[in-house]
Antibody, heavy 116, light 111 residues
Framework: EVQLVESGGGLVQPGGSLRLSCAAS????????MSWVRQAPGKGPEWVAN????????YYVDSVKGRFTISRDNAKNSLYLQMNSLRAEDTAVYYC?????????WGQGTLVTVSS | QSVLTQPPSASGTPGQRVTISCSGG????????VNWYQQLPGTAPKLLIS???QRPSGVPDRFSGSKSGTSASLAISGLQSEDEADYYC????????????FGGGTKLTVL
């Protein structure tokens, strides 16, 4: 069974940092593009970033460029999102998803709240 | 404001057929495939339709997708109470590198 389990969310002050993790199981992690998608309270999903199988290509939505970094460790079947200079508008549930253009599988999400 | 435009709400009675539209442009729906996601209350989104009209394993054939030009539609036939959820369309956009766009979502109410 495919499983994606996110962790690392929490309450952080504006300007602070968080590192999200996603533990993958049930599939060959290193064979797939992976993505982070977020959903602000009461809003629709927003694609945040994705990363190629070997980490050689990474793409970001404009609003997080220069602040967020996506990475992966195929040996640990794990995906990461380093988030720096956090803003109130980054408050959302962050989902780890499998796929580049199609989010075939989703984790349960981890809540990030940016507030003073 | 989303580049992919959906009606904010839709409704129907059990057994009815309802459709949800998704309007985009030449750089997204017009040149790439459309996916649809269903989000039940309090849960993560789930892939419902991929590549315009393909149902993943386990998705009932009551759900179908179609596309014409720069617009796409999701149809639900034989509406059931458990179909009450938020529905989102999504498509890759060629105008910005590596970007996937989501629609604003349509809340479906089963009356």
């Amino acid at each position: 069974e495919v499983q994606l389990v996110e962790s690392g969310g929490g309450l952080v002050q504006p300007g602070g940092s968080l590192r999200l993790s996603c533990a993958a199981s049930g599939f060959s992690f290193g064979s797939y593009w992976m993505s982070w998608v977020r959903q602000a309270p009461g809003k629709g999903p927003e694609w945040v970033a994705n990363i190629k199988q070997d980490g050689s290509e990474k793409y970001y939505v404009d609003s997080v460029k220069g602040r967020f970094t996506i990475s992966r460790d195929n040996a640990k079947n794990s995906l990461y999102l380093q988030m720096n200079s956090l803003r109130a508008e980054d408050t959302a549930v962050y989902y780890c998803t499998r796929g580049r253009t199609t989010a075939v599988c989703w984790g349960q999400g981890t809540l990030v709240t940016v507030s003073s | 404001q989303s580049v992919l435009t959906q009606p904010p709400s839709a409704s129907g009675t059990p057994g009815q057929r309802v459709t949800i539209s998704c309007s985009g442009g030449s750089s997204n729906i017009g040149s790439n495939t459309v996916n649809w996601y269903q989000q039940l209350p309090g849960t993560a989104p789930k892939l419902l339709i991929s590549n315009d009209n393909q149902r993943p394993s386990g998705v009932p054939d009551r759900f179908s997708g179609s596309k014409s030009g720069t617009s796409a539609s999701l149809a639900i036939s034989g509406l059931q109470s458990e179909d009450e959820a938020d529905y989102y369309c999504a498509a890759w956009d060629d105008s910005l590198s590596g970007r996937v766009l989501f629609g604003g979502g349509t809340k479906l109410t089963v009356l």
